[in-house]
């Protein structure tokens, strides 16, 4: 565990450095600003003003933006030590490839979701400055939601990682990986299956295997609860789920995904070759 937070530390250090990581906390932070200035905070949209029309927004933004920065800085770190011959001197010294390999994974975690969490207590204070009633129940079940999204990205990035030879081939990957998961997102490519003779309840469980698609829902169901902006899948998944397993669902499945792609890579990468 001492090994595991050194180099998690190590890692954060290394992050921190990078210019990526500025231009990632100025696209959130510039986000949150642009979305203050536009005056979100005094609209109404189906009975819902002040933050909660704000924080709706911001998640909305946020699905677009994190998965794709966690996929491209990720999927750069197993393969990339390993094309730059990191593992030869890792294995030189007294540490554990396990240490090094969830190190790297919980250092990445902390310093990809920092920025996300910065901009949601921006908002608070936002909120708090400008009189305005804070709804917490969302702003907590958003930033476990957004977590819960970053964790699952996190983990997919690491398994692309290990499993690729190269570089390029790790960032194809990820674009690929998220291009498929915006396909099926809203049903794009449900469409075809259901023509094809699959029932409604088959499409609608497969796009629900979508961790974008299940956010996305999450995020819509808190203001609008009978999902009517979902049309007919509403009555599948309110009938089959309730609004509260739903959000459950929507908060634990993402992150057992994650920890499950992340210990499959894990489990290749100890029984690869290092160099």
Do not use: H
Request: proline share 4%.
């Amino acid at each position: 565990m001492k090994q595991l937070m050194q180099l998690a530390r190590a890692d954060i250090g290394e992050s921190l450095r990078a210019r990526w990581f500025l231009v990632y906390t100025l696209v959130f932070g510039g986000v949150m600003v642009g979305l203050f200035i536009s005056g979100l905070t005094e609209s109404r949209v189906m009975g819902f003003t002040g933050l909660s029309r704000l924080l709706v927004t911001y998640l909305q933004i946020t699905m677009a933006i994190l998965p794709i920065f966690m996929l491209i800085t990720t999927v750069r770190s197993v393969v990339g030590d390993r094309e730059a011959g990191v593992f030869e001197y890792i294995l030189s010294l007294p540490v554990s490839i396990g240490a090094w390999y969830w190190g790297k994974l919980a250092g990445r975690f902390l310093v990809v979701f920092l920025p996300v969490f910065g901009a949601m207590i921006l908002a608070v204070v936002f909120g708090v400055v400008k009189g305005v009633a804070i709804p917490w129940f969302q702003v907590l079940f958003y930033t476990g939601l957004l977590a819960s999204l970053a964790w699952c990205f996190l983990g997919i990035g690491m398994l692309i990682s290990t499993l690729s030879r190269s570089t390029d081939v790790a960032q194809g990957g990820a674009f690929i990986t998220w291009l498929v998961l915006l396909l099926f997102l809203d049903l794009i490519l449900l469409a075809v299956l259901i023509k094809e003779g699959l029932p409604p309840e088959g499409a609608i469980a497969i796009s629900l295997a979508n961790p974008l698609q299940s956010f996305r829902t999450a995020s819509m169901l808190l203001f609008d609860p009978q999902l009517v902006l979902l049309g007919p899948s509403a009555y599948v998944i309110l009938d089959n789920f309730g609004r509260s397993w739903y959000l459950v669902w929507a908060m634990v499945y993402p992150i057992f995904v994650g920890l499950g792609c992340a210990g499959l890579g894990f489990w290749i990468f100890k029984r690869g070759d290092y160099s």
